[in-house]
């Protein structure tokens, strides 16, 4: 079976149901098609078009909806990060050590830190992982050394 969109010259829609295309044009060219609504038999398949144009609508719009939604995580992330994390700068190695072995107390930072100093820390069991740039609040506001 396959569905039509119809429309009759005064220009109610409605759906017809046809076995094939060649079942349409039959009982569309034997007058057995008329319009539910005003009874007439002037009746042709609908152009389709319009809703191609408005499903393409839906797809941009929800693109912009997931991209939407992706800046707020970021944005949320952003704000547990600065709210939970001291921004330690350069000093990220030295901080990190510090609070490793002990010498400050336990707590969240984030800073910058050189590839050797990376590999240094990870060669001392300190843990250490990259925040995507999305992910870091911006501007560094307080607890700057
Ligand atoms: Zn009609």
């Not at 005064?10 to 098609?33: C, I, K, P």
């Not at 002037?42 to 719009?61: G, Q």
């Not at 997931?66 to 800046?71: D, G, I, L």
Request: aromatic share 6%; with cysteine.
């Amino acid at each position: 079976m396959i569905r039509y969109d119809l429309i009759c010259d005064h220009g109610h829609t409605f759906e017809g149901w046809f076995s094939s295309s060649s079942d349409y044009d039959d009982q569309a060219g034997s007058g057995l098609l008329s319009c539910p609504a005003c009874n007439t038999p002037k009746v042709e398949k609908a152009i389709m078009a319009p809703a191609v144009k408005t499903a393409r609508k839906v797809e941009a719009r929800s693109e912009k909806a997931a991209k939407k939604a992706m800046s707020m995580v970021a944005a949320k992330i952003r704000e547990e990060v600065s709210k939970n994390c001291d921004n330690v700068g350069e000093n990220f190695a030295e901080e990190a050590r510090a609070i490793h072995y002990g010498e400050k107390p336990s707590r969240g930072i984030y800073g910058s830190v050189t590839d050797e100093d990376s590999s240094a820390l990870k060669d001392e069991g300190i843990e250490a992982h990259p925040l995507p740039d999305a992910f870091v609040p911006d501007p560094p506001k307080t607890k700057l050394n």
